[in-house]
């Protein structure tokens, strides 16, 4: 298999993080290495690269600052199976809660729609042929055209599994013979309704077409953890039963346009080879995953010998498995965990990471400290990077036909707002830009479809005018922002 970020360097990488992420370059600089090394270890052989460990990452610092959106955008640009979960879902066997073995068939299973999701584009063309030859099959029984097609000359039928063309002559069958000029007329309606349908001019017409009954019920086994922690494969059972979903079909009224996804999507896994799909699947998920495991920090006992803290702490020792590399059993079969590269993230703010249990600190050796946002980072942050809220807003308010701009001086004044925000009251970093934009805008908001062919400009009397004068005080930024 070919690795997917071959082509990025640790340098490119931190470029393309640059677009969406202001600041924070030791945590960037850190992810990049640890996805270059995912390729440096694929070029080893196969001895040497099965004792290359990957370097798991630790990302220490107060919310809002960037850590989730490091992660993510990290597993977007290597194209890798990517899972996020919060630590404080998961509980000691044995307690109430998820086990944390189920984050990595979480991983598993966003392995195999990643990889479906790439077959399905090779046979894009194919299925996408399937599905128009079905529709128009359909429109034909119809439309009167398919006692064409069963009575022209030349025409056949299945007859004992196999194709039996009949005879050049109709009238030896019995059926009503056509004229020329009638055969004439068919075919150019057929050619008709075929460069319609081709053309997408047909996509709202209703039809009636025969499409997979998803709606199947699924066979479920009562258990603490789900079926594949008790080793049961519902599937393999619904199959011996008659009762897997792509079994049943059913007769549904849609538009052409509806039925054409609905069929593409079927066509499309006539042609894909499961089997195939889901080795490869566990491939990248044991070799190229990457679980985001975030508030670590929440399951840091406070040396308490009882309560929460017993479950805590054995939560870390049921985690230190999954890191130390373990097999774990899934739907699609075994995965070893032992490559796959976990990201922990966690505030910190009660707790220390030497509070860990020591086995879970070895597992996680690279520590970054992410700093917090200043003034002027709020203020990269509304205009540069390429998701940036200022330009949603924009975005957004251009579906009312209404025009929205932001100067330099009206950016600086919602970033100072926001940040002096965060001193006063909680700090929860980025996120305060949303509370402080949406505020000022709020307004305009409910009243954009009133204004339409207007040009908003958002500079500092507008904002001041929104948030008012008093944005600043301590004691009131509480109840304005």
């Given amino acids: 298999m070919t690795d997917p970020g071959r ?6 990488i931190t470029r393309r993080l640059d677009e969406y992420i202001v600041g924070q370059d030791k945590a960037k600089r850190a992810v990049a290495v640890a996805l270059r090394n995912r390729w440096r270890r694929r070029q080893l052989g196969a001895e040497l690269a099965a004792d290359v460990y990957p370097k798991n990452i630790l990302l220490i610092g107060p919310t809002g600052v960037g850590k989730t959106e490091i992660a993510r955008r990290l597993a977007t640009l290597a194209r890798a199976p990517f899972v996020k979960v919060e630590a404080t879902k998961y509980s000691e066997v044995g307690y109430h809660g998820r086990d944390v073995e189920s984050m990595v068939r979480d991983l598993v299973d966003a392995a195999v729609q990643l990889v479906r999701a790439e077959k399905v584009k090779e046979v894009e063309a194919k299925a996408a042929a399937a ?7 359909a429109l034909a029984d119809q439309t009167g055209l398919a006692e064409y097609l069963d009575q022209a000359p030349g025409a056949g039928a299945m007859e004992g ?3 039996r063309a009949r005879p050049a002559t109709p009238a030896a069958t019995g059926l009503p013979t056509h004229t020329p000029h009638e055969l004439a007329e068919r075919d150019q309606a057929r050619a008709r309704l075929r460069e319609e349908l081709r053309s997408r001019r047909l996509e ?3 039809l009636e077409i025969e499409v997979r009954d998803s709606r199947t019920p699924t066979l479920s086994v009562m258990g603490p953890q789900g079926n594949e922690t008790m080793g049961i494969d519902a599937q ?3 199959e011996l039963w008659g009762r897997s979903p792509g079994n049943k079909t059913k007769v549904r009224k849609l538009t052409i346009g509806e039925a054409r996804r ?11 080879d499961q089997d195939a799909i889901a ?4 491939d990248r998920a044991q070799n190229d995953g990457i679980v985001f495991v975030d508030e670590i920090d929440k399951i840091v006992s406070s040396g308490g010998s009882d309560g929460p803290d017993v479950s805590r702490e054995g939560v870390q020792r049921d985690l230190l498995s999954v890191v130390e590399g373990c097999a774990v059993y899934t739907r699609y079969g075994h995965v070893r965990t032992d490559h796959v590269l976990f990201l922990a993230a966690g505030a910190f703010h009660f707790h220390k990471p030497s509070e860990l249990i020591p086995e879970l600190q070895g597992r996680f050796p690279v520590r970054v400290a992410l700093q917090s946002l200043t003034e002027a980072d709020f203020a990269r942050i509304l205009a540069e990077p390429k998701n940036a809220l200022t330009r949603q807003y924009v975005e957004l308010f251009r579906t009312e036909n209404v025009g929205l701009s932001f100067t330099k001086d009206g950016l600086e004044r919602l970033a100072a707002l926001a940040f002096r925000a965060n001193k006063s009251t909680q700090d929860i970093g980025a996120r305060r830009l949303m509370t402080v934009l949406e505020k000022c805008l709020e307004d305009l908001s409910f009243e954009a479809d009133e204004r339409h062919g207007q040009t908003i400009v958002v500079d500092r009397k507008f904002v001041d005018e929104r948030l008012g004068e008093t944005g600043d005080d301590a004691d009131l930024i509480a109840y304005r922002l």
């Fill in 279 to 282: 080795q490869e699947a566990l």
């Fill in 7 to 12: 082509a990025l360097t640790p340098r490119e």
């Fill in 161 to 163: 599994g196999m194709w």
């Fill in 262 to 272: 609905l069929l593409h999507e079927e066509e499309a896994d006539k042609l894909l």
């Fill in 204 to 206: 709202h017409r209703p």
């Fill in 236 to 238: 393999a059972l619904q």
């Fill in 131 to 137: 599905a128009e030859e079905r529709l128009w099959q």
